[in-house]
């Protein structure tokens, strides 16, 4: 075959071979665009069964008792939103904090579970949970963590995130507000629990990103 021939044909399958990834990076930028990020798949999915959700923090449980249930009321917003289980009123808990004043404490939470009609319980052990002011200005910084997991009532056995795992899949939020906005604790707190909330919520179903551009893509 003459040389010029061929220099044609091998020139001509480069350039079909790179207009066919210029297209399929086109289409990869088009679908982005109209349907936003990929989803980001369920560390864990709950089994269907009633679930209690339960925060706490033992080492603190009397001063921390009110951030515990504000997390815990946010939380469950959260999972009935996106259908995560069927939830366990966080009612039957306190009527059961109520009645047994003194045996609550001491109770497994297997055993906390069974009584208010569980079959799993989300638990949620509460680690720090700070706001402290900004140096040199009025603005306050607010900061909290947490472990969670997901319990077997019946077994007492840890399934999520490794059975027989004491620890906990570790979750942190921290947020900031002041300045203009004339900041106050409260408001701080709950920005914090709120974006810790919907943090651990996500641990549980199919979520999409917000929709931002990645980089190398451009507007």
């Known amino acids: 075959m003459p ?43 709950p089994q269907q069964t009633p679930m209690l959700v339960f925060v706490e923090n033992y080492q603190h449980q009397t001063s921390v008792n009110a951030h515990a249930d504000l997390l815990g009321h946010m ?28 045996e609550f404490p001491k109770m497994s939470t297997s055993a906390i579970g069974r009584e208010v009609g569980a079959a799993q319980i989300l638990y949620v052990q509460l680690h720090n949970s700070d706001v402290t002011p900004m140096a040199g200005g009025s603005a306050l910084t607010g900061q909290t963590a947490a472990s969670v997991k997901v319990v077997d009532v019946a ?38 629990y709120a974006q810790l909330s919907t943090k651990i919520a996500r641990l549980f179903y199919k979520w999409q990103p917000e929709n931002e551009e990645p980089e190398g893509f451009e507007n």
């Open 155 to 192: 077994s007492g056995e840890t399934l999520w995130p490794n059975a027989g795992d004491e620890g906990g899949y570790p979750v942190a939020a921290a947020t900031k507000l002041g300045g203009d906005n004339g900041a106050n604790i409260q408001d701080v707190r709950q920005r914090m």
């Open 75 to 102: 939380l469950v917003k959260e999972l009935a939103a996106h259908r995560v289980a069927p939830l366990v009123p966080l009612e039957h808990l306190q009527e059961l904090r109520d009645a047994k004043p003194f």
């Open 3 to 45: 040389r010029p021939l061929l220099f044609i044909i091998h020139h001509s399958a480069f350039f079909v071979l790179a207009l066919s990834l210029s297209g399929c990076t086109f289409l990869g930028v088009a679908a982005y665009k109209l349907h936003g990020p990929a989803k980001i798949p369920a560390e864990y999915v």
